[in-house]
Every structure is written in C-alpha cells, then in structure tokens.
C-alpha cells in the first residue's frame, strides 16, 4: 500500500485589506476635521507696510483696484451693507494697492457712519 503524505503548508500570507482600511480611515478623518478656507471674491494685492503682522479674520471686505466691493458673492453697496451686518468689532479691509486712496477713504468713512468701532486695513510687510 502506498503512503501518501499531505501536501506541505504553505506558510499564511499578511492581508493587506487591514492596512488599506486603515489608510482609508484616515484620509477620510483628516479630511472631515480639516478646515478649508474659502477663495477670496476678487484679486487683490495689498500695499506695503511696516508694522505687526495682520491677523486673519472672518469678516473681510474687499476692495479691487477698479474700486468694487467685495463681500462673499455680494458686490458694491450689497457687499457693503452685508459685511457691515456680520462685521461686529472684527472688521478687516483688504484694498489693493492699485485703489484709489478716495475710494478707500469714502469706503472707511462709510463704515465709520455705520458704526464700526473699529477697521482694520490689511497690509503686506516690507
């Protein structure tokens, strides 16, 4: 009678499906508690200044070289009237450098007559 041995064993493979999930899991934590900032409405270039560096707030409104307002999807005296709604003590205004200085002024006293305390104009370091 012939003997037949079992076939050897071979040793069980690592699954990779565990570190995939895993991997997976991550990504999608890291991108669920990530917090991303919204574009800005219109391209500006702040002018130079030397000082403290500006700190970013959530009420910022824009003013473009041509003199439009900016504020989220609003433009002109929309903008205006909404960023002066959520604003609060926190008012931020980036103008470009290529702005009008009687823009910016007559957009400034505007929101001094709304009864904004306080408006911060954003400037870069040189």
């Given at each position: 009678?012939?003997?037949?041995?079992?076939?050897?064993?071979?040793?069980?493979?690592?699954?990779?499906?565990?570190?995939?999930?895993?991997?997976?899991?991550?990504?999608?934590?890291?991108?669920?508690?990530?917090?991303?900032?919204?574009?800005?409405?219109?391209?500006?270039?702040?002018?130079?200044?030397?000082?403290?560096?500006?700190?970013?707030?959530?009420?910022?409104?824009?003013?473009?070289?041509?003199?439009?307002?900016?504020?989220?999807?609003?433009?002109?005296?929309?903008?205006?009237?909404?960023?002066?709604?959520?604003?609060?003590?926190?008012?931020q205004l980036r103008a470009d450098a290529a702005a009008e200085a009687v823009v910016v002024a007559r957009v400034l006293g505007q929101l001094a007559?709304?009864?904004?305390?306080?408006?911060?104009?954003?400037?870069?370091?040189?």
């Amino acid at each position: 009678m012939m003997e037949f041995s079992d076939p050897p064993r071979r040793s069980a493979t690592e699954s990779v499906l565990p570190m995939i999930n895993v991997v997976f899991l991550l990504l999608i934590f890291f991108l669920m508690t990530s917090s991303l900032a919204p574009p800005e409405p219109i391209e500006v270039a702040p002018p130079q200044a030397t000082g403290e560096e500006a700190r970013r707030r959530e009420a910022v409104l824009y003013i473009g070289p041509d003199g439009t307002l900016a504020f989220g999807a609003a433009r002109g005296e929309a903008a205006l009237a909404g960023f002066v709604a959520v604003a609060g003590e926190a008012a931020q205004l980036r103008a470009d450098a290529a702005a009008e200085a009687v823009v910016v002024a007559r957009v400034l006293g505007q929101l001094a007559a709304a009864g904004l305390p306080r408006v911060e104009l954003v400037a870069v370091p040189r």
